[in-house]
């Protein structure tokens, strides 16, 4: 897990206790991750695959990467490629990660960090690890989240924030059993530090073994729970969920999660405490094309994106450009598994 984190959970901000007459949202779904890989050979897990895109709305594709323990040399990345119409998020929680863009946004994030692409009108951008853990190997695990831009937005100017670990916004819950790191939105009056377009929010939650977290959450809102590592339940009906695990919730306004129960036999001994990325927003509600790197609302206009691309329309790659990039700017979207969908429907998506 990130580096965020706190000896003493009793001296932060606490989340509020629910109000009364609270409704606690009840689990609709729990979906198992597939594994796969990605870019140049990283190991992922597709944490929507077989998800409805209507139950997902904003999002349309989150991928842990992740976790491995690579040997010297074998740290991977991605090539340069496209996006429009859309956002990326990637949150490190171990190791390090570069970021460059065709609209000069980049940096360097490690742990706890996170990197947010506003690809918009279109963008050229590469992630990759930086040469010194490529030398040295080491520990790399993240989450790369794709959130919808509405209409209005999917022309907007690229943007690029770097938001420090150091940025978020830390809770616990009201018994200290829980640490809560708020990358974005409002929870219990407690705003994170990312800027987004589509009202959204977005927590990591450390809960302890036995401790209970009851989060509140904008009734307008989804809601969204993906265990990262350890076991425990989730919902007013407590389904039981454990690592690689998607959650999709019903109605209400509160999240509840429990941390494994003493005792209970399905407990990882590797990671006592439960680790959960609680997503949730505003449903958009527009048709969504989509195919390789492009989110539009009609074919047409996928069509164009891929025309833009080709006439360098989207950017060009910065200096010490490869063999590979240059192909890549003149219309090669390799490392990009290209799928076509539409409203209602989901499949494999490239991290990117």
């Given at each position: 897990m990130p580096a965020v984190t706190v000896e003493d959970t009793t001296t932060l901000p606490r989340v509020p206790l629910p109000a009364p007459r609270t409704v606690q949202r009840r689990t609709r779904s729990v979906t198992s991750a597939p594994q796969g890989y990605e870019g140049e050979g990283f190991p992922v897990r597709r944490a929507f695959a077989g998800v409805d895109l209507r139950d997902l709305d904003p999002f349309l594709h989150m991928d842990q990467m992740g976790e491995v323990e690579y040997a010297p040399g074998e740290p991977k990345g991605t090539s340069w490629h496209p996006h429009r119409g859309f956002e990326t998020v990637t949150y490190l929680l171990d190791g390090t990660f570069e970021h460059a863009d065709s609209h000069g946004g980049g940096g360097t994030i490690s742990d706890g960090d996170t990197?947010?692409?506003?690809?918009?009108?279109?963008?050229?951008?590469?992630?990759?690890?930086?040469e010194a853990l490529v030398l040295s190997g080491g520990l790399f695990h993240g989450l790369q989240l794709w959130v919808n831009l509405p209409r209005a937005q999917k022309w907007a100017e690229p943007r690029y924030q770097d938001l420090r670990a150091r940025e978020s916004v830390l809770l616990a819950s009201p018994d200290g059993g829980a640490l809560l790191r708020v990358i974005a939105g409002d929870v219990g009056g407690h705003t994170g530090p990312g800027s987004t377009y589509t009202p959204m929010a977005m927590v990591h939650a450390t809960v302890s073994p036995g401790a209970t977290l009851q989060l509140p959450w904008r009734p307008d809102f989804n809601a969204l729970v993906y265990v990262l590592s350890g076991s425990g339940a989730v919902g007013i009906d407590g389904a039981p969920v454990h690592t690689g695990q998607l959650v999709v919730l019903g109605p209400g306004d509160t999240v509840t999660v429990h941390g494994t129960r003493p005792?209970?036999?399905?407990?990882?001994?590797?990671?006592?405490?439960?680790?959960?990325?609680?997503?949730?927003?505003?449903?958009i509600r527009e048709p969504i094309a989509m195919y390789g790197p492009f989110v539009m609302n009609s074919r047409q206009e996928l069509r164009d994106a891929f025309a833009d691309h080709s006439a360098g329309r989207l950017g060009s790659i910065p200096a010490q450009r490869t063999a590979h990039a240059d192909g890549l700017a003149h219309g090669d979207v390799r490392g990009e598994t290209q799928q076509d969908a539409v409203t209602?429907?989901?499949g494999a998506w490239p991290a990117g």
């Open positions: 990197q947010w692409m506003t690809a918009g009108s279109g963008v050229l951008h590469i992630e990759k690890p930086p005792g209970d036999r399905h407990a990882e001994s590797r990671t006592p405490d439960l680790d959960v990325v609680v997503l949730g927003g505003l449903p209602g429907t989901s």
